[in-house]
């Protein structure tokens, strides 16, 4: 069965920039470190990327902080994040869950089994959207969330987060 790692939304704005927290800070080596045990080629990752409408979308309408804005600083990803992953399928996604993504790992798991692990920021919002999605879509497939790997907008919602994957049969490292 072959591995994947989906390392979500490792950005900027999301480690120290505009919602950065300590939190997301102290995931980065571990994420890191899980990316190098990972071949290059089976690594996927996202970046959260909105345009210069962001605050009039319906998003940036509940949270109206500018983040994660294509081509900007906070928009790229950890730079020793970026270099873990040269060769890895690197997806915009323009909301919390990635259909792209999701339909990528939909025809590879077609063509070989997959396990695929999840990593990244923040779990509460985009790790559990990512992690629900490929679950309704590979309802076999072995999908689970490192939450070492993981930090929430809050300690609490990442302690929630990781119980509503747990209840959908998401398993939790």
Not at 44 to 51: S, W
Not at 80 to 95: F, L, Y
Not at 130 to 148: Q, T
């Amino acid at each position: 069965m072959r591995k994947v790692l989906v390392v979500v939304d490792m950005q900027k704005d999301f480690i120290d920039g505009t919602l950065g927290t300590v939190e997301a800070q102290a995931i980065v080596q571990p994420v890191i470190e899980k990316m190098k045990s990972y071949d290059k080629n089976d690594i996927y990752v996202t970046r959260d990327t909105h345009g210069d409408n962001y605050l009039e979308t319906a998003e940036g309408t509940k949270l109206p902080v500018v983040h994660c804005v294509k081509g900007t600083k906070g928009w790229q990803l950890h730079p020793e994040v970026e270099a873990q992953a040269d060769m890895a399928h690197i997806i915009d996604k323009p909301s919390f869950g990635s259909m792209e993504l999701m339909e990528l790992l939909c025809k590879e798991n077609e063509r070989e089994p997959l396990e695929i692990e999840l990593a990244g920021l923040c779990t509460d919002i985009c790790v559990v959207s990512n992690a629900l999605l490929l679950k309704a879509a590979m309802p076999e497939a072995a999908i689970r969330v490192d939450k070492g790997c993981c930090a929430g907008v809050t300690p609490k919602s990442h302690k929630a987060a990781l119980l509503t994957m747990e209840m959908c049969q998401i398993e939790i490292i």
